[in-house]
């Protein structure tokens, strides 16, 4: 099945080094399964990871025994369409990859928002 950005085009890889997605294929895609709804294609900031782990889902510390490294500022990730709002609307959202941000984040957020957050991948 084809899984289509906010854009109206075809998904793109949000980020393979770390591998994210609630599915861990790089991508932020929606099978329909994924509880958090991992689909914004996110360029992390230390002021997002902080607010982020204010709200209890620390992204930074490692996590080995589930493979993950931690983020650290500048690394792309998929994160939760309702975590971002949550942030834009406090004043910390980090930028956006629209092209690798899946459509259904648009449930939760409205395109304008992600434009004015938009950066290149």
Request: some cysteine; overall charge negative.
């Amino acid at each position: 099945m084809q899984q289509i950005n906010v854009l109206g085009t075809e998904l793109k890889p949000c980020s393979y080094d770390p591998r994210t997605g609630y599915y861990r294929t790089g991508c932020c895609e929606n099978r329909g399964d994924d509880p958090g709804l991992h689909v914004v294609c996110c360029r992390v900031t230390d002021d997002f990871l902080a607010f982020s782990a204010e709200q209890g889902n620390d992204l930074s510390t490692p996590m080995p025994q589930y493979g993950f490294a931690g983020l650290t500022n500048g690394d792309q990730w998929c994160v939760c369409a309702d975590r971002w709002a949550e942030a834009l609307s406090a004043g910390r959202a980090c930028p956006v990859v629209l092209e690798a941000t899946h459509v259904s984040a648009l449930e939760y957020i409205d395109l304008d928002d992600l434009e004015r957050h938009a950066v290149e991948s």
